[in-house]
């Protein structure tokens, strides 16, 4: 497609139960990002997937996250057991290399 | 570890008044320093980067110029617009944290006719 398509928009959830977001990146786009952007908060990196390398997970914030991407392509991040501090906009970004990331509108996450 | 530091916000300005957002970083090697936009119900867009040390981006008037000596990346617009009101990222790409962005907190620019 013409850009990043994150889905759904917008997501209200219940405290501990499972939630998934989905990230369609630009095709042919080989490294793609997940962020995230807390109320009054800067962006916080999650995790990036670059081709077939191991991911770097190093910013997923506690064993309830978690993300794939398959065939290179879409990626699913996973968050178990949501908590209320999980509220965020999650935002994924893609990019032909490691450079010139063009973002999607991302996921509003509401856990109540 | 990589860090950036914006100034505090939110910025209110008048249009036509001078803008300077500042942006100072901490990395080790060479990292690649760019600003983002995020206007009103919209995503992050890339507004302008820089690659090297002296290297000045710029874009729709924005510039920013890359000094290694202060490692600062300061935001400046000589007269901004309504249009210009959003938020403001720094971000940096590169020395111990190759691949992903390590972002600022962001500057809310208001602008008022």
């Known amino acids: 497609g013409a850009g990043v398509s994150q889905s759904p928009s917008n997501k209200v959830t219940e405290k501990g139960k499972d939630v998934e977001l989905r990230c369609d990146p630009i095709?042919?786009?080989?490294?793609l990002y997940w962020y995230r952007q807390s109320l009054g908060q800067g962006l916080e990196f999650l995790i990036y997937f670059q081709g077939n390398s191991a991911p770097d997970k190093s910013g997923l914030p506690s064993d309830r996250f978690s993300a794939e991407r398959t065939g290179g392509s879409v990626s699913t991040l996973t968050i178990q057991r949501t908590q209320q501090e999980d509220s965020a906009v999650y935002l994924c970004?893609?990019?032909?290399?490691?450079?010139?990331?063009?973002f999607g509108s991302g996921t509003r996450l509401t856990v109540v | 570890g990589n860090s950036v530091t914006q100034m505090e916000g939110p910025v209110t300005l008048s249009e036509e008044a001078f803008l300077t957002i500042n942006c100072t970083y901490t990395?080790?090697?060479?990292?690649?320093l760019f600003w983002y936009v995020q206007y009103p119900g919209e995503g992050l867009q890339l507004l302008l980067k820089a690659t090297k040390a002296d290297d000045k981006g710029s874009n729709k008037g924005f510039e920013a110029t890359y000094r290694k000596e202060t490692t600062s990346f300061h935001l400046e617009k000589g007269s901004v617009q309504v249009s210009d009101s959003a938020v403001y990222f720094c971000?940096?790409?590169?020395?111990?944290?190759?691949?992903?962005?390590?972002f600022g907190q962001g500057t809310i620019l208001t602008v008022h006719p």
């Open positions: 990395a080790t090697g060479y990292p690649s």
């Open positions: 970004a893609s990019s032909p290399q490691d450079y010139g990331y063009t």
């Open positions: 095709s042919g786009h080989t490294a």
């Open positions: 971000a940096l790409r590169g020395g111990t944290s190759y691949g992903k962005l390590t």
